[in-house]
């Protein structure tokens, strides 16, 4: 799928970037690892959501570990 169509960023690019660690942590940031800079702003929310979703599979991957 098309995150940012501006820059012809898919959400794999994305998740790519994203799985650099927790310095990425605005869609900004994103932008920046990706050598991109945010143009229409459409893709923004987009980004933070995955950017939540990221955290959030890396804290129960943690606390799994943690369990172990």
Do not use: F
């Amino acid at each position: 799928m098309i995150v940012c169509v501006c820059n012809a960023k898919n959400c794999r690019t994305v998740r790519e970037v994203l799985s650099q660690g927790p310095h990425i942590d605005t869609p900004a940031a994103a932008h920046r690892a990706m050598g991109t800079t945010p143009q229409c702003g459409r893709c923004l929310p987009t980004i933070a959501d995955m950017i939540s979703e990221v955290r959030n599979e890396n804290a129960v991957a943690t606390a799994l570990a943690a369990a172990d």
